[in-house]
């Protein structure tokens, strides 16, 4: 056979704060070696999954920054404890008494958005549990902000997986 082939290959860094517990994570970030350019999401809370192996909606984001010429992207979330469902983060809250945002949780999220690009909000309509989104908007006050979509109440909305989606600004 002499059909010839073109090889592609990219370097992709994976990088994950966790707290020493392992109950919160602050940040996930991912980059594509020789690319510019860092998209921010700021999402609801982390799921239990690890760096290495990243949810469907970790995943999603980073396609779709890297689809629209971002070569990093970076996660933080309004609440930084890791739980398989929004509904088991409210319930440990409820039940147990547990702080669901974190003790460096407000650095990593100023910290994420220090160089970034674009900062999309997209944390959906939960975002206002414990009036949670309030205070992090406080910390972002001077930011040019985008979501992919707006709930009837105005919060910014959950990605929903489609590449067809823009983001547009959240005023």
Not at 68 to 92: D, P, Q
Request: aromatic share 10%; hydrophobic share 35%; net charge positive.
């Amino acid at each position: 056979m002499k059909e010839k082939v073109l090889r592609s290959t990219h370097k992709i860094e994976t990088e994950a704060i966790f707290s020493e517990c392992g109950n919160y994570r602050y940040s996930l970030s991912r980059s594509v070696a020789g690319k510019d350019g860092k998209m921010t999401f700021i999402m609801f809370n982390p799921n239990v999954r690890d760096d290495i192996q990243l949810g469907a909606t970790a995943n999603y984001c980073f396609n779709y920054a890297i689809e629209n010429k971002y070569g990093k992207v970076e996660i933080v979330n309004l609440f930084a404890l890791r739980t398989k469902s929004i509904r088991a983060l409210k319930e440990k809250v409820k039940n147990n008494g547990i702080d669901p945002v974190g003790p460096l949780n407000n650095y990593y999220i100023q910290k994420s958005i220090q160089n970034s690009d674009k900062i999309v909000l997209a944390w959906g309509s939960n975002g206002g549990f414990n009036r949670r989104d309030r205070e992090v908007l406080k910390l972002l006050n001077d930011s040019t902000l985008f979501c992919f979509s707006k709930s009837r109440k105005g919060k910014p909305g959950y990605p929903k997986r489609s590449m067809d989606i823009d983001i547009t600004l959240f005023d």
